[in-house]
Nanobody, 123 residues
Framework: QVQLVESGGGLVQAGGSLRLSCSAS????????MAWFRQAPGTEREFVAA????????AYADSVKGRFTISRDNAKSALYLQMNSLKPEDTAVYSC????????????????WGPGTQVTVSS
């Protein structure tokens, strides 16, 4: 059973930065495309960014393009999300997800999920 665990969330002021990490275990990490999603209270789960197995292909939601960067280190079985110029509207629980297929912006395409890490951006 694949296990994913996020870390790096916290409270930050608007304009600040955070780096989220997702550690994978019990899996051949390079077999999976990965993604970050987020969900704020009372809202739908929202696609943030995705990356293919090799790291050569990425995709971003328009709302984070130019501010967030997704990356991975297959040797460490780790996924990252560098978040810069944070805004209050970025406040949400951020979760990493893995799929054995090509990455998608639709959360139903993902097979495994981490429990999430809270990111709070104050104004």
């Amino acid at each position: 059973q694949v296990q994913l665990v996020e870390s790096g969330g916290g409270l930050v002021q608007a304009g600040g930065s955070l780096r989220l990490s997702c550690s994978a275990s019990r899996v051949t990490f390079s077999n999976y495309d990965m993604a970050w999603f987020r969900q704020a209270p009372g809202t739908e789960r929202e696609f943030v960014a995705a990356i293919n197995w090799s790291g050569r292909s990425t995709a971003y939601a328009d709302s984070v393009k130019g501010r967030f960067t997704i990356s991975r280190d297959n040797a460490k079985s780790a996924l990252y999300l560098q978040m810069n110029s944070l805004k209050p509207e970025d406040t949400a629980v951020y979760s990493c997800a893995a799929t054995g297929r090509v990455y998608s912006t639709n959360y139903v395409a993902y097979d495994y999920w981490g429990p999430g890490t809270q990111v709070t951006v104050s104004s």
